[in-house]
């Protein structure tokens, strides 16, 4: 249906509309014409996605004069694919005049055609083989000698000899597969197509890294102009994202890589100084004068940009002391030296970049000043010795990174060095972190630099929170409810067993076979109630390893298994992928399954279990964070000293908002129709109050204690009201245009 | 067709001695009398009354000979094989005979006015298949020994007005492979008998054949194992001990084992085929839920950015050569091999024929490249999928035709299982009632009406006819 809002005429694909989409879109508007930042809330099931990019489609067609460029992020590859499926139905309804490119980008492994480099199994074998075949020095000495002589990629020769006459792509929406279909079909490379195209494209869909780290944001996203509307979907995480853009971890492996690294440095400086020593007396003076040059390198041959923010990075010169080459290079051997020196050590200890800045000073000799530079130096020094094969210094990359990092941000970083693992004490694994806790560093340049960015999610709650953790100003911050003429959600808290006994995933109950044995028969009952799909969340993978373990044994996993088959996600996501495509087949097909998974796990994170796929989800316990993390101790001082948040509220915050996402996978649309059982003592009766103020958002005025008896007979009554409920009546707000 | 006279046995059950005496069997009906005339077991039995005949194998202790009835059998011994067999291919004969004539039989004793053919003989085939039909059919049975044993229809015709279950056609159709069953049945568990340290694992051809399905391996190595270099109860002594050193959690002493046997190491390695078909079947899954598309989709890949410790994100252990195979791998493989439903119909009887048929069920196209035809199937169902319901028109979706056994028996059980669900919560059974209001009524009246009226009247039926089958209808 097509309508206005105000001028714009809006392209809805659909014939009815909800009246929160409604007004989702009016609030997205004016957050447009404001120009400004928005920050809008609305609960799983209501369709948030194709309002938003209905919206702002119609709202660049309808001025086309200042061309509106969406960048829509988001989290994981599948749910890109899902957005631009929504894109997709949307296309096919638009005025066919109106031309309109959108298109996924995603990394090598998931674009790449070339059946040579495909045969190589992991994704890093799959970058550097892509690059042995198309880096700009390998093409230059293939072009010297005969053909044949050196291997290239022969969709990305077809490609450049395309490229140089402007837009190839005719308009259409393309996801990873079209693109992968189209390039066949031309025989072009589809990864650089979609590189090239993203700079002409209306809307682009990619990852949030690309965007947030500003290592790949710099390269990737430099193009953008300032008319883009940026959009982060399901972004109730966005503040664990960019912090960790600008974390970096550095282990013994890494060390002793940079160590190899630089050696094979200083051979070939060695080299040049015999043959070629007039090219490093050059450089030399570039460094006098300024700031390294950034040289354009070829899309093919790749370098990370500065890991901190280009407004940090000074407009004076590198200092005196690294400019030579064998300098710089004596220098990096300190520090490596230094960061293995602090590896060794027997307890975990703390420190704050200053005092760790301080004390390289004292026993390396290497000052702020330096370290500041250390990253810009290496590219420099790379690029004059000519070499181009990046992914093999990425552990001298590492080294530098973290020198730069800690040498530009005095506050929001800390520094941890842990001896092994806590919880596994008997193996050594030194680990050296620098942990960001400011989530605002990284986002700051997406909010400077684009017109409009709009962060939204099923879960914000409590609103005013982000704000202060991003630190922007939102022209508009609102929070939607979802409207239901019927209770097509149920949620439930199970504080007791069939045998009245409290249930709880606290940790002195949590391996209590008691409880074990009542959340099984909770699940056993379930089972053999609930048609279809069912949904178990988890703890953690430890915890369902060892609940699944204890069920077998007791016989409790052979009885769910006389109802409905179980599949289970592991570590390995393969494997995970697989069990959840059997699953949705089991569902289909009718025979019903269950799926164990984990509440911060991948799945968690952004696969819908709507519809049959989950017609009940049962969160077994309070996902709360480890709390015995040492970033996460860290960062709750932080949180505490800056925004004046208490620890026990935060991890409580956050403990739901897991909760509530996991929960929020079963609904996707108001014909849809699930029930939630939330099985910890602990969610009654605090944490009630939690739920119905900022978790789910959903109308849990009805929040119920329950035992299993009593949630039976509600499934009961509650799929016998569902059953009679006609979709066409009542709850659309129905335009007749 | 002549008589046969044979010395013999009788003996009313197999733990008795016989009671010798002259067996004389004729082509109506076999005599036994015994020598000694005092003897009140004197037997006259008509072959009609015989079901089945079975005997012992040649060269076995002894020549029996055993003729099955309604209630039991009479069990003969003769002295010698050659005898036995002499009155077995008799009875044989004659079995077959009655078996394909019994029907006519009765044809010719009530006169069937509507099938003039007088001397319709039945084959055995078809015989068969409508004892099949009775079989699986409770209702059908019952209506059978209401009206046809009782004499108040014949045989034909009550099969007259089911015409269409006799057609084969109807059999092909009605024909869905029966799947696995949801348990676990790989996942065999020892018994100890508690006093010996003995250990004690039954397999029964249902679990062997789940087992070849599950573990490629154990499949292999049997087909290349049994029986060149081993007896397959020597494989399956092999397999059993290192499911328990599996099971054992005790990783030293599996190591330890494994380097000594290398056949046993096979069932404890990591199964190379499956992690090969895993790899194949990556590329083939949904886009919206792929995520392993999702692994480090960040620019370049860097491994050590980011937070590694956070508490979050949980250590993943090292992997060692006979790497831990954890029930969740297990269960998700079980899961998905019921999924896939069996690829073949073997009865379930000898292993080795039972593997060969699941390794030429597994060459067949199954393993080829995905072609298009699939990727446009997937592409329609993400469009579907993406599609708020709610918002637009219902969609015809395609369904595969669910053959249920029989209808009534299931229909019924499920009634009385929700009414006794029902009952348990104290609440009553309340029927759905579709209200039309006046509008809709008249709808679809309009419809109906010009919808014959573009179809004609054709398929309406002739008074003459509506009223037989109506009868029919209500004598069913």
């Given amino acids: 249906m097509k309508f206005h809002i105000e001028e714009v005429a809006v392209y809805f694909p659909y014939d009815h509309i909800y009246p929160e989409q409604y007004e989702y879109m009016v609030e997205l508007k004016r957050a447009l014409d404001a120009r400004g930042h928005c920050l809008l809330e609305m609960p799983t099931g209501t369709g948030k996605t194709i309002a938003l990019l209905s919206l702002i489609t119609s709202y660049a067609l309808a001025h086309p004069s200042s061309p509106l460029k969406l960048v829509y992020c988001t989290r994981t590859v599948h749910e890109m694919e899902k957005t631009l499926a929504e894109l997709r139905v949307l296309y096919s309804y638009l005025p066919p005049s109106s031309s309109l490119l959108a298109l996924g980008l995603s990394s090598r492994k998931n674009l790449c055609i070339n059946p040579d480099v495909l045969s190589a199994s992991s994704r890093d074998s799959i970058d550097s083989s892509c690059r042995r075949l198309t880096a700009s020095w390998v093409r230059a000495l293939a072009a010297d000698r005969p053909s044949g002589a050196i291997p290239t990629c022969p969709f990305f020769e077809s490609y450049d000899k395309a490229s140089r006459d402007a837009i190839l792509l005719p308009s259409g929406v393309y996801t990873l597969e079209d693109l992968r279909a189209f390039g066949r079909d031309r025989k072009w490379c589809p990864y650089f197509l979609a590189r090239n195209m993203i700079q002409y494209a ?15 944001a710099n390269i990737i996203s430099k193009e953008m102009q300032r008319e883009c509307v940026v959009v982060f979907d399901e972004a109730h995480n966005i503040d664990n994202v960019c912090i960790e853009a600008l974390s970096v971890s550095i282990r013994r492996q890494t060390l002793d890589g940079a160590t190899r690294n630089l050696n094979r440095i200083a051979q070939v400086i060695d080299k040049f100084k015999a043959t070629d020593a007039g ?40 200092p005196g002391n690294i400019r030579r080459a064998e300098h710089f290079l004596a220098v990096l051997r300190r520090l490596v030296q230094y960061l293995k020196g602090r590896l060794q050590v027997e307890s975990v200890e703390t420190e704050v970049p200053v005092a760790f800045v301080a004390s390289i000073n004292a026993q390396a000799g290497i000052d702020q000043k330096m370290l500041k530079f250390c990253y810009d130096r290496l590219y420099s020094l790379m690029l004059t010795l000519e070499i181009t094969e990046t992914d093999e210094f990425l552990h001298i990359q590492t080294v530098c990174d973290f020198a730069t990092l800690v040498g530009t941000y005095t506050r929001g970083f800390s520094i941890i060095i842990e001896p092994f693992d806590e919880r596994m004490p008997h193996i050594p694994d030194p680990i050296l972190q620098l942990s960001c806790h400011d989530a605002s560093l990284a986002i700051k340049p997406v909010f400077d630099r ?16 982000y704000p202060r953790l991003l630190n922007f100003n939102p022209v508009i911050s609102r929070s939607f409810t979802m409207s239901l003429t019927r209770d097509c959600i149920c949620p439930m808290v199970l504080t007791r067993g069939s045998d009245q006994l409290p249930v709880s995933t606290k940790f002195d109950m949590r391996s209590d076979p008691g409880v074990v044995r009542n959340y099984g028969r909770l699940l056993l009952e379930m089972v053999a109630a609930v048609p279809d799909g069912i949904v178990c969340f988890f703890v953690s993978y430890s915890y369902m390893d060892g609940i699944v373990n204890s069920w077998n044994e007791m016989g409790i996993l052979q009885d769910i298994m006389q109802h409905k088959l179980v599949f289970i996600e592991t570590q390995d996501v393969v494997e995970t992928t697989l069990a959840l495509d059997n699953y949705r087949r089991a569902c289909d097909c009718g025979r019903g399954a269950v799926f164990f998974s984990i509440a911060r796990g991948k799945v968690a994170e952004g696969i819908d279990f709507d519809k049959h796929y989950g017609r009940l989800v049962i969160m077994f316990g309070v996902p709360f964070q480890y709390t015995l993390s040492r970033i996460l101790i860290a960062r709750l001082e932080y949180l505490r000293d800056t925004f004046q948040i208490k620890e026990g509220d935060f991890l409580t915050f956050d403990a739901l908002r897991q909760a509530a996402q996991c929960v929020g996978r079963v609904i996707r649309s108001k014909a849809d129709y699930g029930m939630m059982i939330f099985a910890d003592k602990r969610y009654y009766p605090v944490c009630t109050i ?45 335009f007749m245009l | 067709m002549h008589t046969i006279n044979k010395p013999t046995k009788y003996r009313i059950s197999l733990k008795e001695p016989g009671i010798p005496g002259v067996l004389r069997m004729a082509e109506e009906r076999f005599i036994f009398t015994p020598h000694d005339p005092r ?102 049975q019952r209506l059978h020994k209401q009206f046809v044993m009782t004499g108040i229809l014949t045989e034909s015709e009550f099969w007259a007005t089911r015409k269409n279950l006799l057609d084969d056609t109807t059999i092909k159709v009605s024909k869905q492979r029966t799947g696995f069953k949801s348990t676990m049945l790989a996942d065999i568990r020892p018994a100890t008998d508690g006093r010996t340290n003995k250990v004690t694992f039954s397999l029964t051809p249902e679990i062997i054949h789940q087992i070849f399905a599950e573990k490629p391996a154990v499949h292999r190595a049997f087909l290349d194992l049994v029986p060149k270099k081993m007896s397959e109860k020597d494989f399956w002594t092999k397999y059993c001990r290192a499911e328990y050193l599996h099971r054992t959690n005790n990783s030293v002493a599996a190591a330890a084992e494994a380097a000594e046997d290398e056949e046993l190491a096979v069932f404890l390695k990591h199964d190379d085929i499956l992690a090969d078909e895993i790899r194949h079947k990556i590329r083939r899954v949904d886009p919206t839920l792929d995520m392993e598309a999702d692994q480090a989709d ?4 860097l491994q050590d950015h980011g937070l590694l410790r956070d508490g979050g994100k949980e250590t993943v252990d090292a992997e060692s050569e006979l790497s831990r195979r954890t029930l969740s791998q297990d269960l998700n493989r079980h899961a998905a091999v019921v999924l896939e439903g069996r690829a073949f119909d073997v009865e379930l009887g000898d292993t080795r024929t039972v593997a060969e048929a699941l390794a030429r ?16 199937e997937r592409l329609e169902k993400a469009c579907r999928m993406t599609e708020i319901e709610d918002l637009r028109g219902p969609h015809q979706l395609p369904y595969a035709p669910l053959f249920i056994k029989d209808p009534r028996e299931y229909f019924d059980s499920q009634q009385a299982n929700a009414l006794r669900a029902l009952g348990d919560s104290n609440a009553g059974f309340k029927n759905t009632d579709y209200n039309f209001n006046l509008e809709e009524s008249y709808a679809y009246l309009m419809k109906q009406i010009s919808e014959a009226k573009v179809s004609g009247l054709n398929d309406i039926v002739q008074s003459d006819v509506a009223h037989k089958e109506n009868l029919t209808t209500s004598l069913v």
């Fill in chain 2, 39 to 140: 003897s009140l077991l004197k037997l006259d039995v008509p072959f009609r009354s015989i079901k089945v005949h079975k005997f012992s194998k040649d060269g076995s202790k002894q020549a029996l000979l055993n003729l099955l009835h309604e209630g039991g059998g009479y069990i003969f011994e003769f002295d010698s094989f050659s005898d036995r067999n002499i009155c077995r291919d008799f009875v044989g004969k004659i079995l077959g005979k009655l078996q394909a004539t019994c029907p006519s039989k009765d044809d010719k004793a009530v006169p069937d006015k509507t099938t003039p053919a007088p001397g319709e003989q039945l084959s055995p085939m078809e015989m068969e298949h409508r004892i099949k039909l009775l079989r699986d059919d409770s209702e059908l």
């Fill in chain 1, 279 to 318: 090219r490093l007396r050059e450089e030399y003076n570039r460094l006098v004068e300024g700031l390294a040059q950034r040289g354009n390198l070829p899309m093919t041959d790749t370098w990370l940009a500065n890991p901190a923010l280009p407004d940090d990075i000074l407009k004076e010169a590198v």
């Fill in chain 1, 202 to 216: 209306n809307i682009v869909v990619y990852s949030y890294q690309y965007l947030l780290d500003p290592k790949v």
């Fill in chain 1, 690 to 734: 939690f739920l119905t103020k900022f978790c789910i958002v959903l109308p849990i005025s009805n929040i119920l204690m329950k035992n299993v008896p009593t949630i039976i007979s509600t499934h009961q009554s509650m799929s016998k009201d569902i059953i009679n409920f006609d979709p066409s009546m009542g709850c659309l707000l129905s």
């Fill in chain 1, 450 to 465: 684009f017109q409009s960015v709009i962060i939204t999610s099923g879960t914000l709650s409590p609103i005013d929170l």
């Fill in chain 2, 361 to 376: 069920s597994k060459k067949g196209p199954s393993l080829e490249a995905f072609d298009k035809n699939e990727s446009q």
């Fill in chain 2, 298 to 301: 960040d620019y370049i890949h």
